[in-house]
């Protein structure tokens, strides 16, 4: 009988520890068992709010609106609402690529692309964010939404999403963050770790799945935080806004 190799380098998932090298494979198991239910689930635990903050985000990466080409790349990007956004908002030579590592997630997004009648503009590859098979400097933009705090080692991503950007190419993030506003700090804790496991486990009958969801979310860097290790991948110009008080932010930097 082989014995548990307890040397492996363990990290977070969620609130458990995991080895480092199986991570991967329980965020795949998440948004597996998911993936049917994302959007609907999405707007209920939120209650709306994300498509706001999308709406925000797709904004204020200002898609070129005349007929200048310019190729977006949207990682982990799950079913679509950012490419769809995007696609809507830009000019008709304005193209994006959705990259996600789960095919059930890529599937839904297939549909919802279709459905939007988009599948000219959008194209979905399946793909790891810390290894993008695209070549250097390949794309105007790249955007990462509610995405980046799943992925295992976030530099490796962050440095990925410097080689494939242009130079002048622009890296948009949206993540939740740190909420710092008095009360509304109490009224989230109460959402994340009573209604939401409720709400995944009476809505989408996996709880585990949706206190994952809220336990990665309280171990992603801060904004602070997070926009250096934006900068220390090589990002200038690096800022960020926050959204709803924290709840969420957008990060933003060039490639300069
Ligand atoms: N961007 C979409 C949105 O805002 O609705 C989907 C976000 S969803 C919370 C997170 C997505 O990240 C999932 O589709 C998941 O498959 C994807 N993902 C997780 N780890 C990834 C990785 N290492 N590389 C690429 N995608 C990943």
Same mark, same amino acid.
């Given at each position: 009988?082989?014995?548990? /190799?307890?040397?492996?380098?363990?990290?977070?998932?969620?609130?458990?520890?995991?080895?480092?090298?199986?991570?991967?494979?329980?965020?795949?198991?998440?948004?597996?068992?998911v993936?049917?239910r994302y959007d609907l689930m999405n707007d209920l635990m939120s209650g709306g709010l994300h498509r706001l903050w999308k709406?925000?985000?797709?904004?204020?990466?200002?898609?070129?609106?005349?007929?200048?080409?310019?190729?977006?790349?949207?990682?982990?990007?799950?079913t679509?609402d950012?490419?769809?956004?995007?696609?809507?908002?830009?000019?008709?030579?304005?193209?994006?690529?959705?990259?996600?590592?789960?095919?059930?997630?890529?599937?839904?997004?297939?549909?919802?692309?279709?459905?939007?009648?988009?599948? /000219?503009?959008?194209?979905?590859?399946?793909?790891?964010?810390?290894?993008?098979?695209?070549?250097?400097?390949?794309?105007?933009? $790249?955007?990462?939404?509610f995405?980046?705090?799943?992925?295992?080692?976030?530099?490796?991503?962050?440095?990925?999403?410097?080689?494939?950007?242009?130079?002048?190419?622009?890296?948009?993030?949206?993540?939740?963050?740190?909420?710092?506003?008095?009360?509304? /700090?109490?009224? $989230? /804790?109460?959402?994340?770790?009573?209604?939401i496991?409720?709400l995944g486990?009476?809505a989408a009958?996996?709880?585990?799945? $949706?206190? $994952?969801?809220?336990?990665?979310?309280?171990?992603?860097?801060?904004?602070?935080?997070?926009?250096?290790?934006?900068?220390?991948?090589?990002?200038?110009?690096?800022?960020?806004?926050?959204?709803?008080?924290?709840?969420?932010?957008?990060?933003?930097?060039?490639?300069?």
């Amino acid at each position: 009988m082989t014995e548990p /190799d307890n040397t492996a380098t363990q990290t977070s998932f969620g609130y458990r520890d995991v080895p480092e090298d199986e991570r991967q494979d329980h965020v795949n198991r998440v948004f597996a068992a998911v993936a049917e239910r994302y959007d609907l689930m999405n707007d209920l635990m939120s209650g709306g709010l994300h498509r706001l903050w999308k709406d925000d985000f797709v904004t204020a990466l200002n898609p070129p609106r005349g007929d200048q080409a310019f190729k977006l790349l949207d990682v982990a990007g799950g079913t679509g609402d950012i490419a769809i956004r995007y696609a809507r908002a830009a000019g008709r030579n304005a193209t994006a690529v959705l990259c996600d590592i789960s095919p059930e997630m890529i599937a839904v997004g297939q549909r919802r692309v279709q459905d939007a009648g988009l599948e /000219d503009r959008i194209t979905l590859t399946q793909g790891n964010a810390e290894a993008l098979p695209f070549p250097d400097r390949s794309f105007d933009a $790249y955007t990462i939404a509610f995405g980046i705090r799943n992925v295992t080692h976030i530099d490796r991503a962050l440095a990925e999403a410097f080689r494939v950007l242009r130079v002048g190419g622009r890296f948009m993030c949206l993540e939740f963050s740190q909420v710092d506003v008095p009360i509304l /700090d109490k009224l $989230y /804790d109460f959402h994340s770790f009573t209604v939401i496991p409720r709400l995944g486990a009476l809505a989408a009958g996996d709880e585990p799945a $949706y206190r $994952y969801l809220v336990e990665s979310i309280r171990k992603f860097p801060p904004q602070e935080r997070f926009a250096e290790m934006i900068r220390a991948a090589g990002f200038e110009r690096v800022s960020y806004r926050n959204l709803t008080g924290g709840v969420a932010a957008i990060h933003s930097g060039w490639k300069i």
